[in-house]
């Protein structure tokens, strides 16, 4: 089966850095995405990971390991305004399937 | 990244009625559309794979009589929720291939059936 792990939640403080994980097992792997989504609305695209190593884009870094098929969402400095949950998605095949995790509520605190 | 039109953003219908859910790609042609659905605090279930042309892919346990999805054009699909009931209440999205690395969501449809 297809399954993709991450916490259910997680809590920090405005500056922080904070890592949510991701552990997937698919039956098919082209690569890892993030996305964010706020309360009511669609989910928007953060990062991507095709190859091993470290994405970074401003505030948000992803990395993959696809060996141990984990990867991780890193988010700096953050702000209240990351208070939203994150998805990460493998894409299972050459058609471009997305298969999303549980999501993670990230909770930014004052 | 593309753009996509998702119409309407929220719909109330009875139940044993239909609903139909629009979503257009309106800067890129939209070959492939991905079709989810997202109950409350949970994540974004694949309903089925919509290609221009030809007849739509379902994942399994999805009734393919009751969400008929429709991908006529290059730039339209749409999903159509036959028969509703307050179970299929939910928040449907689509989900447009694109050509680059980060596909791009409408804006999604928050249905609820009475």
């Known amino acids: 089966g297809q399954s993709l792990e991450q916490p259910s939640e997680v809590t920090a403080v405005e500056g922080a850095i904070v890592q949510i994980n991701c552990t997937y097992q698919?039956?098919?792997?082209?690569?890892l995405s993030w996305y964010q989504q706020h309360d009511g609305g669609a989910p928007t695209f953060l990062s991507y990971?095709?190859?091993?190593g470290l994405e970074e884009t401003g505030r948000f870094s992803s990395f993959l390991s696809r060996s141990d098929s984990y990867g991780y969402l890193l988010l700096q400095e953050l702000q209240m305004k990351d208070s939203a949950s994150y998805f990460c998605?493998?894409?299972?095949?050459?058609?471009?399937?997305?298969?999303f995790g549980q999501g993670t509520e990230l909770s930014v605190k004052p | 990244g593309a753009v996509v039109s998702q119409h309407p953003s929220w719909v109330i219908c009875k139940s044993g009625t239909s609903v139909k859910i629009e979503c257009r790609s309106l800067?890129?042609?939209?070959?492939?559309m991905f079709w989810y659905r997202q109950f409350p605090k949970q994540s974004l279930m694949l309903m089925a794979t919509?290609?221009?042309?030809?007849?739509?892919?379902?994942e399994q346990g999805v009734e393919k009589d009751k969400f008929l999805i429709n991908h006529a054009s290059l730039t339209l699909s749409t999903l159509t929720v036959t028969s509703a009931h307050p179970e299929d209440s939910s928040f449907y999205i689509c989900?447009?291939?694109?050509f680059g690395v980060g596909y791009t969501f409408g804006s999604g449809t928050r249905l609820t059936v009475v």
């Open positions: 800067d890129f042609q939209a070959t492939t």
């Open positions: 919509s290609n221009e042309g030809s007849k739509a892919t379902y």
């Open positions: 998605a493998v894409r299972e095949d050459q058609g471009g399937k997305l298969i």
């Open positions: 698919t039956s098919g792997f082209y690569g």
């Open positions: 989900l447009d291939r694109g």
């Open positions: 990971n095709a190859l091993d």
